[in-house]
């Protein structure tokens, strides 16, 4: 098994976006292997500031309760969209700063027993909690219809017709049970001249990914709570790693920095509507070219920072 290696993706710029004061109260929603809740942890006041860690995997919580020993700092298991909950719980009113780390961590992309890559053969598992349907389940008894909608829709895969009719045909004959025999049959589907580009597995993982985790959906709830939580002047910075998550993200913040809300084809505003808060970068920022050389993960990584509003 992988050591839980955690390289934190624009570390310093989530520092920066934070804003972290001593005393204040912060929560990662994708703790992971602690390597942002560390460094924030680290620049809290003992007696006064808090960090509050978050994670579903139990081997992410394991380790890092114990990477966050000695400072102000507690792990608890569960998803970032239970944020709300989990805070109560603690007694947390509200959140000076949130950071949420979307996707796979390179433990779990690493572990190859935990079914995330198509690089290795392994049992098709693909759960972030370890708990609940499995990508073989996925595979073996959705629909041909099913399984297109999720190859187009969570991966953006222009050839998801053929793949899913090379998945239902090969299932067949006998159950899919490892990523090696996914990632074959998946490249089946994919002509020949288009394989060179690209490993012609890597959209449909991602896909079947999504789909098992219900990741956009916890996205989807998670934002609102973040909102929810922030004491006024928080911030909240949320890292994606491919266009559908930070499509998302893009799309709610530009929502909550909107301070009409009427219809477009009022003439005059109507709704006295305030913004919510605002954009702490107008484009979202990327790993340098240094960082992205160092940790090939942070390439298509984009950080995105929102500060809600004083009132």
């Known amino acids: 098994m992988a050591e839980f290696s955690h390289i934190p993706v624009m570390l310093d710029e989530c520092l920066d976006g934070l804003a972290i004061r001593p005393d204040g109260i912060y929560f990662d929603g994708t703790c992971g292997g602690a390597g942002h809740s560390k460094e924030i942890a680290k620049r809290l006041d003992p007696m006064k500031g808090r960090l509050i860690g978050i994670d579903r995997d139990p081997d992410a919580v394991k380790t890092a309760s114990e990477r966050l020993a000695g400072l102000p700092a507690q792990v608890v298991r569960g998803n970032f969209d239970e944020i709300a909950a989990i805070a109560h719980d603690l007694g947390i009113e509200s959140i000076d700063g949130i950071l949420l780390d979307l996707g796979v961590s390179s433990y779990q992309l690493d572990t190859a027993e935990r079914g995330f890559s198509y690089h290795a053969d392994a049992p098709l598992d693909m759960r972030m909690s370890q708990s609940g349907m499995t990508a073989e389940e996925l595979v073996n008894t959705f629909s041909e219809v099913q399984l297109t909608d999720i190859l187009y829709k969570y991966g953006e895969e222009k050839f998801a017709p053929r793949i899913a009719r090379e998945i239902v045909r090969a299932r067949e004959i006998s159950p899919i049970k ?126 995105r920072i929102f500060e809600k509003a004083l009132y």
């Open 178 to 303: 490892t990523t090696g025999e996914l990632a074959e049959i998946v490249a089946g589907g994919v002509p020949a001249k288009f394989r060179r580009d690209k490993n012609p597995a890597r959209q449909s993982f991602q896909a079947i990914r999504i789909a098992v985790n219900d990741e956009l959906t916890h996205i989807d709830t998670a934002l609102d709570e973040c909102l929810e939580m922030l004491a006024p002047g928080g911030r909240l910075c949320v890292i994606t790693f491919h266009s559908l998550e930070d499509r998302m993200v893009k799309q709610r913040y530009a929502a909550w920095c909107r301070a009409c809300t009427c219809p477009p084809d009022f003439p005059v505003c109507v709704c006295g509507g305030r913004a919510k808060g605002m954009l702490v970068n107008r484009k979202p920022l990327t790993a340098t070219a240094e960082e992205q050389e160092q940790n090939p993960r942070s390439r298509s990584a984009k950080l």
